[in-house]
């Protein structure tokens, strides 16, 4: 069973940045695509980025690209997202997840098996 564990949330000014972390417990982390994921009160919960097994593609919803960046250091079994320049919209539960082997894109919640228990983001305006 994989348990993914994010931290790093918290309260933020407009304009300012976070960086976000998502440890993995099982040794298996370099085979999958990771994401990010996001949930605000009210909506359901929508793509941010993923990276490929190797990290060498990266991909990024619209609203964030060219403000987040998703890394990952297969070594420590992690994955990040830093993010720059954040807005009150950014506000929301951030999730990381696992992807397994269901068919699909990336950017489909459905495709990822694993999921942490999220990390709340705050900005305020």
């Known amino acids: 069973q994989v348990q993914l564990v994010e931290s790093g949330g918290g309260l933020v000014q407009a304009g300012g940045s976070l960086r976000l972390s998502c440890a993995a417990s099982?040794?298996?982390?370099?085979?999958?695509?990771m994401g990010w994921f996001r949930q605000a009160p009210g909506n359901e919960r929508e793509f941010v980025a993923a990276i490929s097994p190797s990290g060498a593609r990266k991909y990024y919803a619209d609203s964030v690209r060219g403000r987040f960046t998703i890394s990952r250091d297969n070594a420590m079994n992690a994955v990040y997202l830093q993010m720059n320049s954040l807005k009150p919209e950014d506000t929301a539960v951030y999730y990381c997840a696992q992807r397994g082997p269901k068919s699909g894109t990336y950017s489909t919640a459905g495709v990822y098996d694993y999921w942490g228990q999220g990390t709340q983001v705050t900005v305020s305006s």
């Open positions: 099982v040794g298996s982390f370099s085979s999958y695509t």
